[in-house]
């Protein structure tokens, strides 16, 4: 079934030009349309119609895969009293006794956590098989990368980072998964300054793969 993924305003990524009240039209895990709503709409006029509040972006790229699933641990939330709810490094991650299984469910959990702030896909190499297995699990995408990244270690891309050096790769063309994030800013204004201030954690839908697999409650 198709299914038309509307928002107050749409940033395709790449050199395309912000879309007031724009659009995403998906078929099964692919992308069929992208544009001004009225447009999408008017070419596909039986399809399901979901409307976001705030913008549509491509789905982001975690380039700390290794970082964020490899070398933290995401306590189970019947931990927290113990361990609280943040990812565990260094010491405190030392101080587990860390087995395959808790790997895997850290990674699953990881993962969760990334959807919830638009990620799509990581980057970086993974070894560990129970990680391996969880982010497969997910559907999250795997991507290779030349160099460590610069900056802090974050689950948020948007702090402390340019924007559009969030956001290199463009929605579409037709064909293309269909992987994108909408973030519940306010559209008007700058919406890149919007994003950088509000940050990942304001996200409020990621598709993946046509997907809905997260949704703020």
């Not at 087995?99 to 850290?106: E, K, Q, Y």
């Not at 959990?109 to 129970?130: D, I, K, N, S, Y």
């Amino acid at each position: 079934m198709l299914t038309i993924h509307a928002a107050d305003l749409l940033l395709p990524g790449g050199r395309e030009a912000p879309v007031p009240d724009g659009a995403v039209a998906v078929l099964g895990g692919a992308i069929a349309a992208v544009g001004p709503y009225r447009e999408v709409v008017a070419a596909h006029p039986r399809a399901r119609v979901r409307r976001w509040p705030g913008v549509l972006t491509p789905g982001l790229c975690n380039p700390y895969g290794p970082e964020l699933l490899e070398r933290a641990y995401h306590p189970d939330p019947r931990e927290a009293d113990e361990l609280g709810t943040e990812p565990l490094t260094g010491a405190a991650l030392a101080a587990l006794e860390m087995t395959d299984a808790r790997w895997g469910a850290s990674a699953r959990r990881g993962a969760q956590r990334m959807l919830a702030h638009g990620t799509v896909a990581v980057a970086g190499e993974l070894r560990c098989r129970a990680v391996l297995d969880a982010v497969a699990r997910v559907g999250l995408g795997r991507a290779e990368r030349s160099a460590d990244p610069r900056g802090p270690v974050s689950l948020d891309l948007f702090a402390g980072r340019p924007v559009a050096e969030v956001l290199p790769d463009g929605l579409g063309p037709e064909g293309a998964d269909a992987d994108f994030a909408v973030f519940g800013v306010p559209p008007g204004g700058d919406p890149l300054a919007a994003l950088r201030g509000h940050g990942a954690r304001s996200c409020v839908a990621t598709v993946l793969g046509g997907r809905l697999v997260y949704r703020r409650r």
